[in-house]
């Protein structure tokens, strides 16, 4: 696992339903594409609820961190790329 990918995204899943992320430590079109997406990925975060526990699961093979998150209403499974310790460069999710 890269280092800090899961605190990261920790962070970001925190920031994601505040509705507020730190877009200074998103790269250049993770920024993008969430300040597009932002009112969606909100309302997914909301409706799955806290999150109950994050779990490595691997590394897939374009070299992306996978953790599944389990929140109390629902498991989505998480692949992250990291552009520096704490800046993630690349973020994706879809439900399990």
Request: aromatic letters at 6%; zero cysteines; glycine letters at 12%.
């Given at each position: 696992t890269?280092?800090?990918?899961?605190?990261?995204?920790?962070?970001?899943?925190e920031?994601?339903?505040?509705?507020?992320?730190?877009?200074?430590?998103?790269?250049?079109?993770?920024?993008?594409?969430?300040?597009?997406?932002?009112?969606?990925?909100?309302?997914?975060?909301?409706?799955?609820?806290?999150?109950?526990?994050?779990?490595?699961?691997?590394?897939g093979?374009?070299?992306?961190?996978?953790?599944?998150v389990?929140?109390?209403?629902?498991?989505?499974?998480?692949?992250?790329?990291?552009?520096?310790?704490?800046?993630?460069?690349?973020?994706?999710y879809r439900?399990?």
């Amino acid at each position: 696992t890269a280092p800090g990918a899961e605190a990261a995204l920790k962070r970001h899943l925190e920031e994601l339903r505040a509705g507020q992320p730190n877009y200074d430590l998103l790269g250049t079109g993770l920024a993008a594409a969430t300040r597009r997406q932002l009112g969606q990925i909100k309302e997914t975060i909301a409706r799955l609820g806290p999150v109950q526990s994050i779990t490595f699961k691997g590394v897939g093979p374009a070299g992306a961190d996978i953790f599944e998150v389990q929140f109390e209403r629902g498991t989505t499974e998480w692949r992250i790329t990291m552009e520096s310790e704490q800046k993630i460069a690349g973020l994706s999710y879809r439900p399990l």
